[in-house]
C-alpha cells in the first residue's frame, strides 16, 4: 500500500512536471474473451454433460484496448483471432475492413509484438495526433503499459 500511494505521487510530480494533461495520458491493455464457452453454473444436467462427444467450446480472442485518462478519446482496438478469414466473412470479403476493430489473427489469439507495434504506428500514432490536432493541443502523448511480453521496452525505437 506504502509503495503505491508513493508511486501515485511520483507518477503525478512527473506529469507535472513534463506537463501532461489528462486528455494527453492514455493507457492500453489486453483482455482475453472466451466467447463460445459454456458459464460455470448453467441448467445443463450432469447426464447432458457426461454425452460422448461433448467438448466445452473455449474459442479465444484477445482485445487490446486503449483511451485517454480524459475518458473522451477512444482508440480504434487491436482485436486477435485464431482465424485471418472466419466463414462468416467469406461472401463478405471488405467486411474486414469495415470493423471498428484493426483485426490480425495469430494460431493463440495473442497480441504479439509485431501487432502491438503495428497498431501503434497505424492506428494509435495517427488517432492521437487527430485528436490533440483538433483540441489545440500540443501533439504529446504519454502512453502507459504494463510489461506484457508483446509491449516492447524501447516502444520509441519502433514508432514510425
Wanted: charged residues 25%; positive net charge; contains cysteine.
Amino acid at each position: 500500500m506504502k509503495a503505491a500511494e508513493d508511486y501515485i505521487k511520483t507518477f503525478s510530480d512527473h506529469l507535472k512536471a513534463q506537463g501532461y494533461i489528462s486528455q494527453q495520458v492514455f493507457n492500453c491493455d489486453e483482455t482475453g474473451l472466451f466467447w463460445k464457452k459454456m458459464p460455470n453454473r448453467t441448467y445443463i444436467t450432469a447426464e447432458e454433460k457426461m454425452i460422448p462427444g461433448h467438448k466445452p467450446l473455449k474459442d479465444r480472442l484477445t482485445l487490446a484496448l486503449c483511451a485517454n485518462a480524459n475518458g473522451d478519446c477512444k482508440i480504434k482496438p487491436l482485436l486477435v483471432y485464431l482465424s485471418e478469414n472466419p466463414r462468416a466473412f467469406k461472401s463478405h470479403k471488405n467486411l474486414k475492413e469495415k470493423l471498428q476493430v484493426m483485426w490480425r489473427s495469430n494460431p493463440k489469439a495473442w497480441v504479439t509484438r509485431k501487432f502491438f507495434v503495428e497498431w501503434v504506428n497505424l492506428v494509435f500514432g495517427p488517432s492521437v495526433k487527430k485528436y490533440l490536432q483538433e483540441k489545440n493541443l500540443p501533439v504529446q502523448s504519454l502512453l502507459i503499459l504494463d510489461n506484457a511480453p508483446a509491449h516492447p521496452p524501447n516502444l520509441e525505437d519502433d514508432i514510425l
